[in-house]
C-alpha cells in the first residue's frame, strides 16, 4: 500500500477535527464545514453483512470513533441471516439497528416498499453534514439506479459495487490470431474459433447451473437494449430482444462451453479458466486475485481484463451491488448518516479497493492514481472497471422475488443448453413466473 495508508493511527487523526475529516475523506482542510464532532456521546447499532467489504470497516472503526466521538456497536452476521433478521426487525417498526447494509439487487424493492430507510437526501446537500467531494455525479450511474426510490428520493449511500466483465486468455488468442471482441457477433466467432475439443479447449464459459446461470442471460439482453423488466412493470421475458439474447446464451454454452457446463457455478467456471484451456469467462470483476495468484493460476500474466463488447442496441455493464442505508425508524438519523459517508468516504474506498475486497462506486476513487499504485491487480483490471462504470445497468430486475425470477428462468436457460428452443423456454417461464410477480406487488 502507499505511504499515506501507512500512517500510525495517532498521526491519522492528528489535530483538529476539521483536519481529521480531510484525512479520512482525502480533501482539503480549508473546505472541511462538517462538524464530526457534533454528536459526539451517541452510540449508533450498525447491521452489516459478513464479507472482505464488512470486515474492512470493522477493522477501521476507532478511526471513526475518534474522529466523531460516537460510539458503534457492529454487528456482522452472515448474508442469509441478516437478509431474515433485517427484514423482521424492519417489519416490527422497532428495529434494534440505525444502519443497514442491503444487497441492492435482492433488497432494494422489498426496502423501498416497506419505506424502511430514510430520505437523505437532504443529508447530502448540506455542508455541515457533507464533505463537498461527495457528490452524486460521482457514483457510477448503476449505483444512484440503486440508491433512490421510485420517486428520485436518495434512500441510501452506494457502498460496492460488481460489474461484470470479459476475462480472456491472451496467449489463446494470440495463437488464433484473434483480437479481443468489440460486439457480440466478434465473441460469439471468436469463441468458436478458440474451440477445439480433440485439445480439450474451450472458447467460452459461464454460469449454466440453474440461478446463477440468469444473471449471464440478462447481462446480454442489455446489448440487445432491453431489460426483464419494463418501465411499466410489466415482463418483457417474450420479447425478440430476450429471445435472441437467450439464443446467444444457447450459441455460446452449447458451441463453446466445455463439457458439464449446465452445473456450472461461477466456482466450477473459475476453475476451468485458471486451467489455462479457457478462451473467455464472463462473470463478476471480483476473481482477478485468484486469476493473478501463482498458487492457485496457470494463466498469470496471460489474461486480459475486458469491458463488455457492444450489442446489437447497446453497450451495457451488467450491474449488481449493496449499500448503506438509515433507518426510518433510526432516532440518531444525521449521526448515522455520519457514519454511512464515513463508510463510502474516498480513503475508506481506496482501502477497500487495495484490498481486494471490494470496488466502491465512487468513480473519483477509481481514477485516483495515488490510489491505483497501491492496488495489486494489473491497470487493466482497473481500467476494466472504471471502464464498466460509465456504461453500468442494473442487471436484475428490481423486484421481491428475485430469487424466483432466477429460480424459475434458471431452469429455462439450463434446459436451453440440453437444446431445448429458447422461445418456448421463455414463454413457458413467463408464464410461470408472472402471478408470482403480481402477487408480491398486491
Known amino acids: 500500500m502507499p505511504s499515506f495508508f501507512n500512517s500510525t493511527r495517532r498521526g491519522f487523526l492528528a489535530g483538529t477535527a476539521a483536519l481529521g ?18 454528536f459526539a456521546g451517541t452510540s449508533l447499532e450498525v447491521n452489516l453483512v459478513k464479507s472482505p467489504r464488512s470486515e474492512i470497516l470493522t477493522k477501521y472503526l476507532p478511526e471513526f470513533e475518534e474522529l466523531t466521538g460516537i460510539k458503534v456497536n457492529a454487528e456482522a452476521t452472515p448474508e442469509q441471516q441478516q437478509r431474515q433478521k433485517t427484514t423482521i426487525e424492519l417489519s416490527s417498526g422497532k428495529p434494534s439497528f440505525d444502519v443497514v447494509h442491503m444487497s441492492y439487487h435482492v433488497q432494494k424493492r422489498q426496502f423501498e416498499k416497506g419505506g424502511w430507510l430514510a430520505d437523505i437526501s437532504g443529508f447530502l446537500k448540506d455542508p455541515s453534514l457533507t464533505d463537498p467531494s461527495l457528490t452524486e455525479s460521482d457514483f457510477a450511474e448503476a449505483g444512484l439506479a440503486f440508491a433512490k426510490d421510485a420517486d428520485g428520493v436518495l434512500r441510501s449511500l452506494p457502498f460496492s459495487v460488481d460489474y461484470w466483465i470479459i476475462y480472456w486468455n491472451k496467449t489463446l488468442f494470440e495463437k488464433k490470431g484473434l483480437a479481443y471482441p468489440t460486439n457480440f457477433e466478434e465473441l460469439a466467432s471468436a469463441a468458436e474459433a478458440l474451440t477445439d475439443p480433440s485439445t480439450n479447449t474451450y472458447g467460452f464459459v459461464a454460469r449454466g ?7 449471464v442471460w440478462t447481462t446480454l439482453l442489455l446489448g440487445y437494449g432491453s431489460s426483464p423488466l419494463g418501465p411499466d412493470g410489466k415482463l418483457r421475458t417474450t420479447s425478440q430482444e430476450a429471445i435472441d439474447a437467450a439464443t446467444l446464451y444457447q450459441r455460446l454454452m452449447t458451441k463453446t462451453a466445455p463439457p458439464g457446463v449446465s452445473g456450472f457455478n461461477w466456482a466450477e467456471a473459475q476453475s476451468a479458466f485458471l486451467q489455462g484451456k479457457i478462451g473467455m469467462w464472463l462473470d463478476g470483476v471480483g476473481f482477478a486475485p485468484p486469476i493473478e495468484n501463482p498458487e492457485k493460476s496457470r494463466v498469470v500474466g496471460q489474461v486480459g481484463y475486458g469491458i463488455m463488447p457492444k450489442g446489437p442496441k447497446a453497450q451495457a455493464a451488467g450491474t449488481f451491488g449493496d449499500g448503506l442505508g438509515v433507518v426510518a425508524a433510526s432516532q440518531k438519523k444525521e449521526a448515522a448518516y455520519l457514519f454511512c459517508q464515513w463508510a463510502i468516504s474516498h480513503d475508506m474506498g481506496a482501502r ?19 490510489v491505483r499504485e497501491g492496488v495489486k491487480m494489473p491497470g487493466a ?3 476494466a472497471v472504471a471502464g464498466s462504470g460509465k456504461i453500468s445497468q442494473l442487471a436484475l430486475p428490481v423486484i421481491i422475488p428475485v430469487t424466483e425470477f432466477r429460480d424459475i428462468y434458471g ?18 417461464a413467463t408464464a410461470q413466473f408472472e402471478p408470482v410477480l403480481a402477487k408480491s406487488e398486491g
Open 21 to 38: 475529516a480531510s484525512s479520512v475523506l482525502g480533501m482539503r482542510p480549508a473546505a472541511a464545514a462538517v462538524d464530526w464532532k457534533r
Open 411 to 428: 431452469v429455462g436457460l439450463t434446459n436451453m443448453i440440453g437444446g431445448a428452443d429458447p422461445a418456448t423456454e421463455l414463454k413457458a
Open 381 to 383: 483490471w482497473l481500467d
Open 209 to 215: 447451473l440453474k440461478n446463477a446461470n440468469t444473471p
Open 352 to 370: 477497500l479497493l487495495q484490498a481486494g475486497a471490494g470496488v466502491p462506486f465512487r468513480q473519483s476513487v477509481l481514477e485516483d492514481a495515488k
